[in-house]
C-alpha cells in the first residue's frame, strides 16, 4: 500500500513538471510512443500534440487519405505545430503490381501548405512528383504563407545536373526566410542570365547562413566577395571540377570580419599558394575546416607542394574543434610518387602527426588496400579517424631474391608516431593471401599497444575474418569510452573467427599477446561456403593457455563435410567424445572410446579441444541447426536451435549476422 502511494505521489511530481520539459521529453521518443502519451493525462496532452505534429510526412500510404481530407480544416488543426513537411514517395526495388503513385494536384497541393503556417523545412522526395510540387511552390502567395520557410530539399542532386530555372526560382521565392541553399553554375547558367550572376543572386537572401555552392563555370568566385554578398553566412562548402585558383603573394582569401565559422573546400587538386593563404589567413572565427582533394593521390599532391607546405597547413588545422583533409581521386589512379626515401606510411604518419597536434583523445583506424589511393584524416571534436591506403609496398618487401610478406611500419624518427596511437583498427582487404590474416593480427597486436577493437575481413573468396574486441556486443552496443592508459592484454577478451579454423600458430599469438582473453568463438556464415573440401581434416585448438576462458563457441561445419569426431581433452585427465555421422549433419551424440573402437566406419575428420572445463562450451552446426552445450565439461540436454537461440548465437559469438 505504501509502495502504491509513493508511485503515485511520483506520478503527481512527475504530471506537474514544466510544459517546455514535456515537450522535450515526447521529442525524444518515437512517434509510435508520443501517440500513447497524449491519452494518459491533461497535462500530457497538448506537449504530445506538439511533439508529435513536429515533422509530418507524407507518404504512399496516406497521400490518397489527405487528398480526400484536404478541404475538411479540422483535420489539420494541429499542423500549426508543424515544422518541417516530407513528401516522401520513392520507390525502393521493382514492385510486381505497383499502384501507381498518387500526386496531389496543384490546387490540393497550395490548400495543404496553407494548413503548415509555422514550417521551417519542406523536403520533397518523389520519383515523378518533385518537378511538379516544386512548380506548385511557385504559386503560394509567400507574403502570408511559408513566411518562416528555412530550408527547401529536393530528391534531385544539384551536383548532378546543373539546376533549372525552377529550382533557382523557387529558392529566389522565398529568399527573405531561406537559411540555406545548394546552387550549381554552370557555364550557361541561369545565375547568370536571369539574375545578373551569382554575386548579385546571392545578395538577395539577407537571411542566408549556410551555402553549398558547385562551382563548374570555370570562373573563379572568391570566397572573399561570397561572404560579402552574404555577410549573415556561418557555413560555406565551396566544391569545384577546376583546381584551385591562382593567387598571388599576399592575397587573402577571406573576409576577416565575417561571421563563418564553417569552410569545407573540394578541388580536383589546391595550390601551394592556396594553401599558404590558408594557412596564415583563415579567420579565427572558423571552428571546422574539411579540405578535399579529388583528382590526386595524397603522395604525389606532397610531391607538388612540398612537405613542408602540408605539414604547416596539418598544424594549422590541429588547431581547430573540428578538422579533416582527404584525397580521394578515382580507385584507378594510377600514382606518379616513387617510393625512394620515406615510405608512403612514414609520410602518412608524419602529416598525422602535425595534424593531431597536442590533442590526448582516441584514433580509430581503417587501413584497406580496396582503395589503395584513397587517404584521410578527421577530428570530429572528440577523436581522431583515419583511413590509410594499403599498396603493394606496404605488405611486400621484395628487396631480396624472395618476395616475402612484410607489413609496412613507419619510421619513427621521421613520422615521431606511429600505430601505437590507434585504439581501434580494421583492415578490409582484397588481397588473397593465406599469410596475411595471422600476418595483420600480430601487427596489430604488435604495433598498436593501446587497442580496444581490432577486426580483419578478407573481401574475396575465402572470406576469412577476424574480431578482436573488449566487449563481446562490440558491435550492438558500440564503444562508449576509451582508457587510453590501458594496454591491449588489459582491453581484448573477445576474439570472433569466421571461416577459418585457427592454427596453432595462430592460438600461440593470442596467448602470448592476450593471455586473459575471456571468450573465444569461431564460427561461419550460416549456409555459408567454407574452405573445407579435403577429404580428411584433422583439427587440434589448445585453449589451455587462457586460464580465464568462459565461453567457446565453435561450429563444426567449418571442417570437412561427413562424419565428424569431436573429442575433449580435458586437463584434469578425462575425456569425452561427441561424433556428428550422418550425411546432413543434423545430430550430435555421445560415444564412449569403446563406440570408437568398435565402429566400423572411420570419421571423415576429427576436432580436438584441449581445455579446461570451462563454465559454457558450445558447439553448433548451423548447416542443421543443432547445436550441443557443455556446461563445465558436462553436456546438457540434446535440442534443435530454436529461433531465440540462433538470434542470441548471431548477437555474441558470430562475427556478423547469422542470416547475412
Known sequence: MEETIKGRQNFSQMINLPYEIYLKIFSLLHKSLVKDCVMVCKEWSMPAFQAYFKEVIINDHNTGTL??????????????????????????????????????????????????????????????????????????????????????????????????????????????????????????????????????????????????????????????????????????????????????????????????????????????????????????????????????????????????????????????????????????????????????????????????????????????????????????????????????????????????????VPDRTASIIGPEIINSLSFYICTVDPELTIKLLKYSLINCTHLQHVEFKGMNSPHHEFVLSSNIDYFHEGIETYDLTATSKENLKTVKLKNFIPSKEYIDLLANHLPDLQIFTCGGRLGGRFDNSEESQDHKLDLTRFKSLKIVYFDVQLVSIGSKLIKFEYVDGEEKFYQLKDKKDTSFEAISLEDIKNNQTTPISTIVFECEKIERFTLCNARGYNFLEIFRGIPQKKRSLEVDDMKYIANKFLPDQFNQ
Open 67 to 408: 487528398k480526400a481530407l484536404v478541404d475538411q480544416g479540422q483535420y489539420f488543426k494541429y499542423c500549426h505545430w508543424t515544422e518541417k513537411l516530407t513528401v516522401n514517395q520513392e520507390s525502393s526495388g521493382f514492385h510486381f503490381n505497383r499502384e501507381p503513385e498518387v500526386e496531389f494536384t496543384k490546387e490540393e497541393f497550395l490548400k495543404l501548405i496553407k494548413y503548415f503556417p509555422n514550417l521551417k523545412k519542406i523536403e520533397i522526395r518523389t520519383n515523378k512528383s518533385e518537378s511538379n510540387y516544386t512548380r506548385y511552390l511557385l504559386d503560394i502567395d509567400s507574403n502570408h504563407y511559408l513566411t518562416r520557410l528555412e530550408s527547401i530539399i529536393l530528391r534531385t542532386d544539384t551536383f548532378c545536373a546543373n539546376p533549372s530555372n525552377l529550382y533557382c526560382s523557387v529558392y529566389y521565392k522565398f529568399r527573405a526566410s531561406l537559411t540555406r541553399i545548394s546552387l550549381e553554375h554552370e557555364r550557361k547558367s541561369v545565375l547568370a542570365s536571369k539574375y545578373g550572376g551569382v554575386l548579385n543572386y546571392l545578395n538577395q537572401f539577407k537571411k542566408l547562413t549556410h551555402l553549398t555552392y558547385c562551382n563548374n563555370s570555370g570562373h573563379y568566385t572568391p570566397i572573399y566577395e561570397i561572404q560579402v554578398a552574404c555577410p549573415s553566412l556561418t557555413s560555406i562548402q565551396l566544391i569545384s571540377h577546376y583546381s584551385s585558383p591562382l593567387l598571388q603573394a599576399g592575397d587573402n582569401i577571406f573576409d576577416q570580419n565575417s561571421n563563418l565559422k564553417e569552410l569545407s573546400l573540394s578541388f580536383p587538386n589546391i595550390s601551394t599558394r592556396y594553401i599558404e593563404t590558408i594557412t596564415k589567413y583563415l579567420p579565427e572565427s572558423v571552428k571546422k575546416l574539411d579540405i578535399t582533394i579529388t583528382e590526386i593521390d595524397l603522395y604525389d599532391w606532397i610531391d607538388q607542394v612540398g612537405i613542408e607546405n602540408v605539414l604547416q597547413l596539418a598544424e594549422r588545422m590541429s588547431n581547430l574543434p573540428k578538422a579533416s583533409f582527404q584525397c580521394i581521386p578515382d580507385k584507378e589512379y594510377e600514382t606518379e610518387h616513387e617510393n625512394i626515401g620515406e615510405s608512403n606510411m612514414t609520410i602518412f604518419f608524419k602529416v598525422l602527426n602535425a595534424f593531431k597536434g597536442d590533442k590526448k583523445v582516441p584514433c580509430t583506424a581503417s587501413f584497406s588496400d580496396f582503395r589503395s589511393v584513397h587517404n584521410y584524416m578527421r577530428f570530429n571534436g572528440e577523436n581522431i579517424s583515419i583511413e590509410y591506403g594499403l599498396n603493394y609496398a606496404d605488405l611486400y618487401d621484395d628487396s631480396g631474391e624472395e618476395r616475402t610478406l612484410e607489413f609496412s
